[in-house]
């Protein structure tokens, strides 16, 4: 059995406090709740409130789990966050995260990688357990989306928001933790999806039909390349965590997958699409649930383009 490394410790979340249905996106957009949930899953979703950005969201995220974890921030050894919407070019999140928590000295990074940078983080982060540069760190997933998207723009505004989710992990036994991740990108595809910084004039822009194709064969493809490399049966596998894009998307996938659907994750109702929070906010949800010996794999994929995928043993 191949060595798994990246146990998880604990885990949390923090959402934008304030809560925005369907119904209350139609007062301000020519939209309709019926054509958002039935074309993408989404019911409801949160956005930040005044005060809160994609820093507040991480740090609390990452209070929550190390909270959970009955960890100090003292005792991590590196601070690694997934975002494409830190408040400003620099500092990155990462070193705001470390100063909340009582981690001074402590290196910290961000990691852009979008809507996969969950995934990319997390495939870092069990690098650099697995080297040996930390023993024991936070992995965070972090994204004000609110602040980059047009709120006037109907085909955008209804999908994205904000959120994010931390985990506590550390190198482990060798029995539980990260064992085989994918990464990949191409920047052909850049002009897909993209966006300027938060405050910048220009907002995100995507070609929705063209991605979402492509998330419906990326998606399976890393599912069942993970599976076959490491000689996983479908029935060991208890969680698919897939990035949360569109119902839809999750759907099509599933049907090409040999995992039945009851197995992937769906958060998108309640919180829609949180870019690179989107898989580790589910966390909280399943993490008391998780069985040991068995299987939880993340998959993501967005602008850059770039996709990334984890089979994690519990
Ligand atoms: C964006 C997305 C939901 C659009 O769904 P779609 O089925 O492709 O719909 P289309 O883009 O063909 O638009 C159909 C119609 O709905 C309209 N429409 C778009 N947004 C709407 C909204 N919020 N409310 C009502 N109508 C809307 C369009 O203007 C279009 O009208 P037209 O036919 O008169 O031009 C879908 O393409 C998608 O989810 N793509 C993936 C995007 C994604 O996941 N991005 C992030 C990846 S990380």
Redesign the pocket.
Known sequence: MSEAVGKMLGVGRALGSRVVTNKD?EET????DA??TE??GIRERRFVAEGEDCATLAVDASKAALAHAGVEGEELDLILCATSTAPESMPSVACLVGEAIGAPGVGAFDVAA???GYSYAANVASSMLKGGAARRMLLIGADAMTKIVDQNE???????ADGAGAVVLEKGDGESGFVDHILGADGRMAPL?RAGHPGAEEKLY?N??E??KF?VRIFPEMVEKLLARNDVNPDEVQYVIP?Q??A??IQAAVRKMRIPEERVVVNMDRYG?T?AASIPISYPDIYADFEPGRYVITVG???GLTWAANLYRI
């Open positions: 996106l957009l020519e939209t309709d054509w958002v074309r993408t979008a809507c996969a109907r085909s955008t505004a209804v999908l994205f999806l995507q929705g039909r991605v979402f998330a990035h894009a569109n839809r998307i699409n870019s994929f967005g602008s």
